[in-house]
């Protein structure tokens, strides 16, 4: 698509202006999306009310994702400290190369958060998207990924100017705290006195800014529902986002009161690391506490509980794929929850545990356009029949989840003519049928009898991750065999070369093309000899399966394509008895490659991509050069004065005097 075109989906997801109050101020816009993310389902005052996401009223996206923006109140006064120290021409905490690097970072600060403004700064960011690729990235957003890397830098730095300011040398005790208050400010220099008083009229500002946005209470409660809040939870919302002020309030006042301390020497010498705990202990409560709606808590020992059609399907799960029947009455309770736990608690997270393979992508948002044609070539949609069965055939989709009573009905109408579903059975002949029910009360350890009060579980309003499947021979749901999938490994004696992809597809797509006697190959191989006496095709087994290397051992009676009913992909490469070998591009999308007779090792294995590896590691280089370049021509520090960082502040005041002296004799002149 064009970059105009694609001007609306690239930027959904933009930061609105607003919104970067969220930087300072964690929940002032909410903070999870409205997807209830806890297993008790209850209303949350925390959701996300703002305008990530947003296209509009009935786009059907709106605020899918909520964002955490936060960086805390401490590291953004002591970052903003470092900049406008940086900033001194004379007098400045940091030397000339650390102020540049301020500078720069200071700078990426700047940028990131005007392209994570996207739409909604749209004269600018125009100007990113018009470059090449630009228009490629979707989510402006994550621009503010990188603005925490550079506030990161920044606080770093300021942290080291308040250490070698304030911290690093004793500063002699006068007294109490006033005491000590009223000597430095006697001898504070103008940028110290200037960075009090704006501390103290930010929080005067800030205080005023939380009484008016109290009192407007009653107008959020009315604008929540506009943006798909309800009702019955816009007065709890917008509590919370008003209590919001009231932490970054209390917040703001301790990093001010901690800073001031420091400046005036409470914190200096032996006691810095006293200050440093302190420091450390603010971070920790503050980024804590905004953290905390993040976290999810799950009881693993629940989650993972033993489930005996999942141990069914993960009996040599690279043997076979997984999938799921739709037809089904949608009244059916048992139906419902079986698709429910299909897609989330199985597909998401006990396949992926068991290693069981699914048919079904878990995310897809953006499908390989190899996988696009070829679901298109061959009509793979349930309300295709013939596209439908030809996927299950050709991805290896043996077993599916579905009705017991569901077997006519796919036998008659998706494969009236070989009828080769069935339930599927155990090794002694029971049918593997099912019904769900609620996972059974399970030992917990001490940790997770607590996690499991924190979830707030409630038999009353279950999650489908609370369900597990009871063996009964008569039950409702069943695992149905499709018998007619292709083996994960076969071998196959006639190939056709089919270099015309259209060609390949619409031959594919014909239910009368056998794919189990013949294999279209894209790549121009030998024809296979002509038919002779049958001694079989052979044998062929998968010894090891791992995602990036597979090996099989083959006993081939007559040449023929060993085809894997998995994907195709240029990085694979094949080795056949240890030698390289030509890997054919087979069925569109699968791969294979051609042995003759004898008994052959057979390795697939995915190599790397080397040159991004060569990117990535002479980036390293250079910057490791770098930071030897930076290390070897370090500028020598000026000489310490024995009176430690009071002598200095009175210096820097002096230098400041001794400036400014010369304006006043030209105002008296």
């Not at 308040?162 to 220099?189: C, D, H, T």
């Not at 998995?566 to 990085?571: A, L, M, T």
Request: hydrophobic content about 40%; proline content about 7%; some cysteine.
């Amino acid at each position: 698509a064009t970059r105009q075109a694609r001007w609306e989906q690239a930027t959904t997801w933009s930061l609105p202006k607003s919104e970067v109050l969220q930087i300072m101020v964690p929940g002032v816009f909410g903070y999870r999306n409205n997807w209830h993310m806890y297993d008790d389902d209850q209303p949350q005052d925390d959701q996300y009310w703002g305008l990530i996401g947003d296209n509009g009223p009935g786009s059907g996206l709106r605020r899918l994702s909520g964002t955490g923006l936060y960086a805390g109140v401490f590291v953004v006064m002591v970052s903003l400290w470092g900049i406008l120290q940086s900033l001194r021409k004379d007098g400045s905490r940091f030397s000339p190369i650390q102020r540049r690097a301020v500078w720069f970072w200071a700078g990426v600060l700047v940028v990131t958060t005007l392209l994570s403004f996207g739409k909604y700064l749209p004269f600018f960011y125009r100007l990113f998207y018009a470059l090449p690729y630009a228009s490629t990235i979707r989510n402006p957003t994550k621009f503010m990924h990188v603005f925490s890397w550079a506030l990161m830098i920044v606080f770093a730095y300021g942290m080291h100017g308040l250490f070698v300011a304030y911290m690093e040398n004793p500063v002699k005790r006068v007294g109490g705290f006033l005491a000590q208050f009223k000597a430095w400010l006697a001898s504070a220099i103008t940028f110290e006195k200037v960075w009090l008083a704006g501390s103290v009229f930010t929080i005067g500002i800030s205080a005023v800014v939380w009484v008016i946005y109290s009192g407007k209470m009653d107008d959020l409660v009315k604008y929540l529902p506009t943006v798909d809040i309800p009702p019955d939870e816009a007065a709890g919302i917008a509590r919370f986002s008003i209590n919001s002020v009231g932490w970054f309030i209390l917040f703001l006042l301790l990093t001010v009161g901690l800073l001031l301390f420091i400046f005036i020497g409470r914190f200096s010498g032996p006691r810095a690391k006293w200050g440093g705990a302190l420091i450390a202990l603010l971070l920790l409560v503050d980024l804590g506490r905004a953290d905390k709606p993040w976290i999810m808590y799950w009881d693993t020992a629940f989650k993972y509980s033993d489930d005996p059609i999942i141990t069914f399907l993960a009996d040599k799960p690279h043997e076979h794929r997984v999938g799921a029947l739709v037809w089904a009455d949608p009244k059916d309770q048992q139906f419902s929850m079986l698709y429910s736990l299909y897609g989330t608690a199985w597909k998401q997270a006990l396949f992926w545990y068991h290693n069981i393979q699914c048919v079904d992508i878990v995310q897809e948002p953006r499908v390989g356009q190899d996988k696009f044609e070829f679901m298109q070539g061959i009509g793979a949609d349930p309300r295709n029949p013939p596209g439908l069965l030809r996927e299950w055939e050709l991805t290896g989709t043996r077993y599916l989840l579905g009705e017991t009573g569901v077997v006519p009905f796919l036998n008659q109408k998706l494969d009236p003519q070989k009828q080769r579903f069935k339930l599927a059975q155990f090794p002694d002949g029971r049918p593997v049928a099912f019904d769900l029910t609620l996972k059974p009360e399970i030992s917990y350890t001490p940790g997770g009898k607590f996690i499991n009060a924190l979830l707030k579980r409630e038999v009353s309003n279950p999650s489908s991750a609370d369900f597990t499947t009871v063996l009964n021979t008569n039950g409702r749901l069943a695992v149905v065999e499709f018998t007619g999938a292709l083996p994960r490994a076969s071998l196959i004696p006639n190939w056709r070369v089919s270099t015309n992809d259209a060609e390949t597809l619409q031959t594919l797509a014909d239910p009368n093309f056998d794919v189990h006697q013949t294999v279209l190959v894209a790549d121009s191989i030998t024809p296979p000899p002509p038919p002779g006496p049958n001694p079989g095709t052979g044998t062929v087994a998968i010894t090891d399966y791992e995602p990036k290397r597979i090996v099989l051992s083959a006993d081939v009676n007559t040449p023929s394509v060993l085809l894997m009913a998995d994907r195709y992909n240029p990085r694979w490469e094949v080795l056949v008895d240890g030698k390289p070998d030509h890997l054919l591009r087979c069925n569109f999308v699968e791969r294979g490659v051609l042995l003759e007779p004898g008994k052959h090792e057979v390795v697939f294995r995915m190599t790397g991509d080397y040159k991004t590896f060569a990117i990535s590691a002479g980036a390293e280089v250079l910057g490791l050069l770098l930071c030897g370049f930076l290390v070897m021509t370090k500028e020598p520090e000026p000489a310490k004065s024995d009176n430690g960082s009071r002598s200095t502040a009175a210096t820097n005041e002096k230098t400041e005097a001794a400036a400014e002296s010369p304006k006043r004799k030209s105002k008296k002149t």
